[in-house]
């Protein structure tokens, strides 16, 4: 069973802290992987993706991918309020299918 | 209508019901997919069109029957559902299946009673 492992969380951190999101994935054949934010009651919206081993920023975003681990994260620089929801992390194997972990929640606290 | 558009928003159905949800995408991709979203529990991927062509069946109970007329709409046909069906359904869509971003529907908040 190929599957994408996030802790549930919640995660509090104080505005303006950093929030570091983790997400483990079971299939060394997992080409993409993908950050995901949803608000309570909205639908998933994209926050990043990362093909590639090491760190791609965007704006106060960085997702991180080690492929040798086996381990995708997700950092929020200076966090605001309006960043809490929760971050589900997404893995597409080969083919046709994005396994999606069952997200963690962040909080945020003013 | 921009987006991904899903109907309707929320479903209350009995058991014995035969309901229908609907979506359809503006942007033009090739892919569509069914997600159930159910509390405390992964995304559960359920069907794959590409090109109106079904390329998944995630082990889906065959109360559960999808439709996709052509590449902007895709349906998701209900019959004797059982409340453990009920869930949030969500319709994505993208420009190919695979690896690309999938852009979300708001969603359908079904009820089984």
């Known amino acids: 069973q190929k599957e994408v492992e996030q802790n549930s969380g919640p995660l509090s951190v104080p505005e303006g802290a950093i929030a570091s999101l983790n997400c483990t994935y079971s299939?060394?054949?997992?080409?993409?992987f993908f950050w995901y934010r949803q608000y309570s009651g909205k639908s998933p919206e994209l926050i990043m993706f990362?093909?590639?081993?090491g760190d791609k920023e965007d704006g106060r975003f960085t997702a991180q991918l080690n492929k040798a681990s086996q381990y995708v994260s997700l950092l929020i620089r200076d966090s605001q309020p309006s960043d809490s929801a929760t971050y589900l992390c997404?893995?597409?194997?080969?083919?046709?299918?994005?396994?999606f972990g069952a997200g963690t929640r962040l909080f945020v606290k003013a | 209508e921009t987006g991904v558009t899903q109907t309707p928003r929320h479903l209350v159905m009995g058991m014995t019901n035969k309901k229908s949800l609907k979506c359809e995408q503006h942007?033009?991709?090739?892919?569509m997919y069914w997600y159930k979203q159910s509390a405390k529990k992964p995304l559960e991927l359920m069907f794959v069109y590409s090109l109106e062509e079904r390329v998944e069946n995630n082990s889906v109970p065959s109360r559960f029957s999808p439709e996709c007329p052509n590449s902007s709409h895709l349906f998701l046909h209900l019959h004797t559902l059982q409340p453990e069906d009920s869930a949030l359904y969500l319709c994505a869509s993208s420009q190919r299946v695979g690896g690309t971003e999938q852009f979300f529907g708001p969603g359908t908040r079904l009820t089984v009673l």
């Open positions: 942007l033009g991709h090739n892919a």
């Open positions: 299939d060394r054949g997992s080409q993409s």
């Open positions: 990362i093909y590639s081993n």
């Open positions: 997404a893995a597409t194997t080969g083919g046709f299918k994005t396994i």
